[in-house]
Structure formats: structure tokens, C-alpha cells
């Protein structure tokens, strides 16, 4: 099984739907992420989370909402989805060394119509 | 804020030495990261520098001068297989130790 496990892996959907992406991590590490990427603008944080009672904005948290369900649960929700929302998404989870190593979930295609 | 710089495409042919390389802003320097990204596949982390100077891990190399907020990722005996896109990262403590992304640099390596 992955360390870090994301559904759906594609979406199809329509303007002005809610979305949930949802992200499930085995390593038993504290800190998790959501990033968003599009071609030529790499990947963007959008929010992120260092414990089950901790969560903090990212570059770009407008129109995203997360709820950080246990310490291996990290959801990710577009309460309104438009179209420039339309990207692949990543879940992260990191270790606490001096690195802050990423490990990242194999990415949720989202795309609205 | 933070904002990092790296070329958008490099090309090179198999065998060779190619390096790329990236300069960052941010207020809250901690370190800098270096991560693979294959087509379809996710980021997997290469290497990572807090120090200045070189970090070798077998082929790949990454330095970074923190005086000059530069840093480079050096590829060795290039295979096919290294073509991908690689993406230079800073880990910022402004806000919790967080990881904020350059835009990647497309790496092509022809026979």
C-alpha cells in the first residue's frame, strides 16, 4: 500500500459543485499538505497542517477549506468549484528532521466544466 | 514572500553533466530541497542543503551558497531515464517550517 493514499484520482465535475479530496497517510507523521500544480507554475501550497488542531493558509487558500480529521486524515474542499480550479492535486506528509522531507500522494486530476 | 528562479527547459544528451540552477527570496531561510518529478508521477525527494556547499548523492550533486541565495542541482553520466522535471524548494520558517515550490525546470536528455 502507498504511504500516501489520495481519492479520487480523477474528478470530472461541474461549476458550482462542492468537491472533496480526501488524503490518508501511513507514516505516522505529524505535519501534512495540500499543493496544487499547473503547468509552468510548479506546485502551491494551499493549506497545510502540523498537528490534528493546527491548520494554516498557504500561498494560495482562497476558494479551498481543509478539515484535518485525525492525524493520518487530511481533506481538502472546494466549497464552490470554478473552472481556473481545474489542476492536478497533491497530498504531502513530512518527517520533522531538518530536511522536512516530502512524501507526497500520487495526485487527484480535479477538473470543472 | 518567497520566490524562487530556475530555467524553465534544459537539454542535454546522455552521458553528460548538466546543471541547474536556482536563486531564491524569502525572509525566513531555512534550507533548500530538490525534487524529481517524472511525467504522470509525483515529486520524490532528491536532496536537500543547509550549509553551504556540494551534497553528493551518487550521480546527483546539489550546492547552495546562502550568501548569494543560489543554489544548483548537478546530474552526472546523464541516463534516459533522467529526463523529468526537477523542482528546487525552500524550506521557510516564516509561519511554521513550511515548503514553498520554484515552477521546475524540464529536463531533456536525447541520445
Known amino acids: 500500500d502507498a504511504d500516501v493514499t489520495q481519492t479520487p484520482r480523477n474528478r470530472i465535475t461541474k461549476t458550482g459543485k462542492r468537491i472533496m479530496l480526501e488524503c490518508s497517510q501511513t507514516?505516522?507523521?505529524?505535519?501534512m499538505y495540500w499543493y496544487r500544480q499547473d503547468p509552468g507554475l510548479g506546485l502551491r501550497l494551499i493549506y497545510y497542517s502540523f498537528d490534528v488542531k493546527d491548520i494554516n493558509k498557504g500561498e494560495i487558500s482562497d476558494g479551498y477549506s481543509v478539515s484535518r480529521q485525525a492525524q493520518a486524515k487530511f481533506s481538502l474542499s472546494l466549497e464552490s468549484a470554478i473552472p481556473n480550479q481545474t489542476a492536478l492535486y497533491f497530498c504531502a506528509t513530512s518527517d520533522q528532521s531538518g530536511a522536512n522531507v516530502l512524501t507526497f500522494g500520487a495526485g487527484s486530476r480535479l477538473t470543472v466544466l | 514572500g518567497q520566490s524562487l528562479e530556475q530555467p524553465s527547459e534544459v537539454t542535454a544528451v546522455e552521458g553528460a553533466i548538466v546543471q541547474i540552477n536556482c536563486t531564491y527570496q524569502?525572509?525566513?531561510?531555512?534550507?533548500l530541497s530538490w525534487y524529481q518529478q517524472h511525467d504522470g508521477g509525483a515529486p520524490t525527494f532528491l536532496s536537500y542543503?543547509?550549509?553551504?556547499g556540494l551534497e553528493e548523492t551518487g550521480r546527483f550533486s546539489s550546492f547552495l551558497s546562502r550568501s548569494d541565495s543560489y543554489g544548483y542541482l548537478l546530474l552526472q553520466e546523464l541516463q534516459m531515464k533522467d529526463s523529468a522535471s526537477y523542482f528546487c524548494a525552500v524550506r521557510d520558517n516564516t509561519g511554521g517550517f513550511k515548503t514553498i515550490f520554484g515552477a521546475g525546470t524540464r529536463l531533456f536528455v536525447k541520445a
Open positions: 507514516k505516522g507523521h505529524d505535519r
Open positions: 524569502t525572509s525566513g531561510f531555512y534550507g
Open positions: 542543503n543547509a550549509l553551504d
